[in-house]
């Protein structure tokens, strides 16, 4: 960052002079008119260069100063700017002399000496003993760091409208992590700009209120916008399903934005709790708004910024389901007591949309739905050549799952599908998971020997990251939306095809009865975007996690098993001494030799020896589906 400033006539803290990674350079003659008399430099601007973004220029008379923004409504100041974007600002600062200020030359000694007797001549009485600074507004609550009320004892505080007006009093307040924090109702926040601290009926500290989500909506990229207006889209009589899709096909499989996950994490936590300064003050006043999110325990992996704002709309936060009414509506927007003694016609047309019309919505939707199937099938079978990172394909994986969720979901809720209709083909979901299963599970050399169920060579932050068990929660979604079921009991004259598809079936929910472990993460997950109906469509998820159950007492006493040389096909297998071996489903046994079923599609079958192997039946999942056909 570059500062430059007028030495003769600047007002600004000396102590500034200090701050890691500003320079400060002279513009004493910027802008100015050689032959004028009058020196002066009164204009501001501010020249924001992007990595890899549009550049602003905003130019004007404004100061970002305290009668701008923390005087009442008698003495304080209009201000004006005008702002330009693009090629247009940095053609219009350099025309005006301002865009290469790094160059100018630097503040000598003697400049800051006459910096330092402007401010002691110029000092504004007015905020005298008056502290000022940053809080942030999310949801219900204002934080701000707690070194701001160092040495503030007794504090009473207020929410302030933009004309100074008082709003509300808050109540008690309390300390997390090195904030203050105290709550409101979220509309008295809404109408806030400003949190006062009182003491004896004086105001001792200002702080400009920064409200999270203004911030954040401000800064999302293009991208980010059509993608939320797309998806806001879907509830409508006209969704955009192409601008949809190509949102996410642009965020989810983009390259340059695909970093590697395992190198960065985003702390869960709101920042470190290292001790307050010394000063009164702290030296910043700025305020990661990353840091203010209330998260579980897990750990955020590192994502771009547009690949973020697709899984917290879509999983971590769900903010598009806020912004929906969370109240029904009828045709014509009106709540349920607002229908009440409405003279309407019984059989008038409940939508706008024509059977013709919904049909080329769905047949949109599913041309969309298969293009971004079929590429991260492609992304797996690339997993499986070594030509993808196994980290990479879960990420995007991962979004690819949010988004069929989130269509299915419209599914019998809104007018564009019809009734008998899906967004999501079930062939898709189908081809989809097969890819998954087939691909994700099996440890190959070619994968660093790293698989969806040994995910220790990537890092434990990794292995136990938010995104992962939120991952693993909307794989045993898909499961249960293409109705993958465990059967034990072989049909009557059971063709050798049928066979060999109904133990690869079984080896999948083996498989991912596996992926649980007993993380509330995984399982809250899937309980979320499984249960969304009645108590009944829970009943698989409870079959997934007994099965879970059953493997890990299993595994805990390995030597209580039946011999390998006993082994029966449906059986399930542990390995004797080897600890991370995968539990599998037993295919079949010849003499001493037992064949083992692998989710890969060129080698479908392991063979073990008898003696290193141990078994177990299936008993409490056979005597449930029986309970479940009787």
């Known amino acids: 960052m570059t500062v430059a400033v007028d030495p003769g006539t600047v007002q600004m803290p000396v102590r500034a002079h200090n701050l890691e990674g500003v320079s400060f350079v002279r513009a004493d ?7 004028s008399e009058s020196r002066y430099l009164h204009a501001k601007f ?5 990595t890899g973004g549009a550049s602003v ?3 004007g ?19 004006l700017v005008l702002a330009r974007v693009g090629d247009d600002a940095l053609l219009t600062a350099n025309a005006l002399g301002c865009g290469d200020i790094r160059n100018l030359p630097a503040l000598t000694t003697e400049d800051w000496d006459a910096i330092q007797i402007n401010q002691a001549q110029e000092k504004d009485t007015s905020s005298a003993g008056v502290r000022s600074g940053v809080a942030l507004a999310e949801d219900t609550r204002v934080l701000f760091d707690i070194s701001l009320l160092k040495a503030l004892e007794n504090l009473a505080f207020t929410l302030n409208a ?4 008082e709003i509300c009093q808050a109540g008690r307040l309390t300390v997390e992590d090195g904030f203050a924090v105290l709550d409101f109702a979220a509309r008295d926040i809404d109408k806030a700009t400003t949190l006062h601290g009182i003491i004896a009926g004086g105001v001792v500290l200002k702080l400009i209120l920064h409200h999270a989500g203004m911030v954040e909506e401000q800064a999302r990229s293009g991208t980010q916008r059509r993608f939320k207006e797309a998806l806001l889209s879907l509830d409508s009589d006209t969704p955009d399903i192409a601008l949809l899709i190509q949102c996410i096909d642009k965020i989810i499989f983009d390259e340059e934005n695909a970093p590697d996950p ?11 709790t290292d001790e307050p300064n010394e000063s009164d003050v702290p030296e910043t006043l700025v305020i990661d708004v990353s840091e203010m999110k209330k998260r579980g325990k897990k750990r955020r992996l590192e994502h771009s910024s547009d690949f973020a704002y697709l899984l917290d709309a879509l999983i971590f936060h769900l903010r598009m389901q806020e912004e929906r009414s969370h109240e029904e509506t009828d045709r014509f927007g009106r ?11 019984p059989d008038g047309q409940i939508t706008n ?51 069929l969720r989130e269509l299915r979901t419209c599914d019998g809720r809104v007018a564009w599908v019809a009734k008998g209709t899906t967004t999501v083909p079930r062939d898709q979901r189908l081809r989809l998971l097969e890819a998954v299963m087939l691909n994700l599970f099996e440890r190959d050399s070619s994968m660093s020997n790293t698989s969806l169920l040994s995910l220790e060579p990537l890092g434990e932050d990794f292995r136990d990251s938010d995104d992962v068990a939120r991952l693993k929660g909307l794989l045993l979604w898909l499961a249960w939306d293409c109705g993958l079921t465990l059967n034990l009991q072989k049909p009557f004259r059971e063709n050798p095809e049928a066979g060999e598809q109904r133990l690869k079936q079984n080896a999948m929910i083996l498989a991912l009865a596996q992926i649980i472990l007993s993380d509330e993460a995984v399982i809250d997950e899937a309980r979320q975007s499984i249960g969304g109906l009645t108590s009944i469509e829970l009943d698989w998820l409870k079959d997934i996690q007994r099965l879970s159950d059953d493997c890990a007492t299993h595994r805990g006493n390995v030597p209580a098993l039946r011999q390998g040389e006993n082994a029966e096909a449906g059986d399930i297998a542990f390995h004797r001494t080897a600890q991370d071996w995968i539990v599998r489903m037993v295919a079949g046994r010849n003499g001493n030799k037992v064949s083992l079923i692998a989710l890969r599609e060129d080698k479908p079958r392991l063979v073990y020896r008898a003696e290193h192997l141990a078994v177990a039946q299936l008993a409490s999942w056979n005597s449930y589906l029986e309970v479940k056909q009787g």
């Open 61 to 79: 008379s404004a100061n970002p100063s305290r009668p701008a923004w923390l005087a009442d409504k008698d003495s304080g100041n209009v201000e």
């Open 162 to 165: 933009p004309d100074g007006s």
């Open 353 to 403: 949309l024509t059977s013709a019309k919904q049909a080329d919505l769905l047949r949109i939707c599913h041309s969309k739905v298969r293009t971004i199937i079929n590429r991260m099938v492609s992304q797996l079978k690339a997993l499986s050549a070594g030509t993808q990172p196994l980290t990479k394909v879960l990420v995007r994986l991962l979004g690819v799952l949010a988004v």
């Open 57 to 59: 220029f905003a130019s």
């Open 335 to 345: 709540t349920e007591e607002e229908q009440i003694g409405a003279d309407d016609d």
């Open 29 to 35: 003659g910027l802008g100015c008119d050689e032959n």
């Open 46 to 50: 501010v020249l924001a260069e992007q």
């Open 262 to 272: 395992t190198q960065q994490l985003r702390k869960s936590g709101s920042r470190s």
